[in-house]
DNA sequence: AAATTTTCCAACCGCAAACCC
DNA sequence: AGGGTTTGCGGTTGGAAAATT
């Protein structure tokens, strides 16, 4: 495997930043050619630009074919590279396939400059999307810094089920993250039940396993309504997209083990720091939450995501 | 207002796969 | 088959812009 000849010797070939008439030189003669650019490397001098090859179908590829997206990512968008990340690692060329108009440079940076800082912020390590040991966390998971930042077990569980691509994951770290805000507030975000509801039906739809804990809890506050999926999805469209593109042959086993060990430290929680403070059950506060139907997000999103982002911020408020 | 630090992203570099002869 | 060339990819960098002191 020969190395290629690097054109960074090329003696007086220049480099850095693209002028916008080197832009519309390059962009012109490639229009010329109908978009058929032929030999990279007998551009330049074809199109009497003082770049080498490399640079010219970097700059056409990253920023000048037309068919590019610009501006910000939209949490579609973000939502998609966590998850294509989370199975393929750092492919980006294959991510941006995945994202009409935008290049894997563009993905990769964005992927470095935000989501990267976002997951670790979080508690999440943006190689393996697992939890991260506490020593290394900025957010441990105890029940203190859950009381105080319930995000960063919801993030936790999402970034670990994103893992195994498991939509039923997903929903767990939802209902945990619900349960959190009930469990360590006496004035509940107003729609709770209809949330569990509505996550459980979703579960039992998805075939997914749900703790133990948690469905004895719910099944305690409303039997029958709880496990009825239809009841839900009479009223509710869910989208199912991350479990269409699951890869086949993935399994849920990993990601339902950690959503159950992060029940675990949600019913720890509740025990020991909560419950031991006073009579107040658990159970008696989700009774009294019975609200009409609310509409459930589709799947846990990032901090842009208003729904998630409005709870959180009234749960730090409390 | 100026200096310093941090953030962001376009562009570069080098490796390796793919291609060509 | 094998060696040279081209292309594609992912990691990294440099500097402009923004934020902070």
Request: hydrophobic fraction near 35%.
């Amino acid at each position: 495997m020969g190395r290629s000849p690097c054109c960074s010797h090329d003696a007086g070939v220049k480099k850095g930043p693209w002028t916008e008439e080197e832009d519309k030189t390059l962009v012109e003669h490639i229009q010329k050619r109908g978009g058929n650019v032929g030999s990279w490397r007998g551009l330049p001098k074809a199109a009497g630009l003082n770049r080498c090859g490399k640079s010219c179908r970097l700059r056409w590829t990253n920023y000048l074919r037309p068919d590019i997206k610009r501006g910000n990512f939209s949490d579609e968008e973000e939502r998609l590279i966590i998850t294509l990340h989370a199975g393929l690692g750092n492919k980006w060329a294959t991510i941006a396939t995945h994202l009409e108009g935008r290049t894997d440079n563009e993905i990769k940076n964005y992927w470095n400059t935000h989501i990267r800082k976002k997951l670790l912020r979080m508690g999440v390590d943006p190689v393996t999307h697992q939890q991260l040991p506490p020593d290394q966390s900025h957010h441990h998971l105890n029940a203190t810094s859950i009381a105080h930042h319930p995000g960063a077990l919801l993030w936790a569980a999402a970034a670990a089920s994103l893992g195994s691509l498991d939509t039923g994951a997903l929903m767990q770290a939802q209902l945990l993250q619900q349960l959190l805000q009930a469990i360590g507030s006496n004035n509940c975000t107003s729609g709770l039940i209809a949330n569990l509801a509505a996550a459980n039906a979703m579960l039992n739809s998805s075939g997914s396993m749900i703790p133990n804990l948690l469905l004895d809890q719910m099944n305690c506050l409303q039997p029958g309504y709880l496990c009825n999926t239809s009841n839900f999805a009479e009223q509710h469209v869910v989208q199912q997209q991350l479990t269409n593109d699951a890869s086949p042959g993935t399994s849920s086993f990993a990601a339902a083990e950690q959503a159950d060990q992060l029940c675990n430290t949600t019913a720890s929680f509740a025990s020991h720091d909560v419950a031991s403070a006073g009579d107040w059950s658990p159970a008696q506060e989700f009774a009294g939450l019975l609200e009409p139907m609310m509409e459930v997000p589709d799947l846990c999103s990032l901090e842009s995501d208003s729904f998630w982002k409005d709870i959180l911020d009234d749960s730090y408020l409390l």
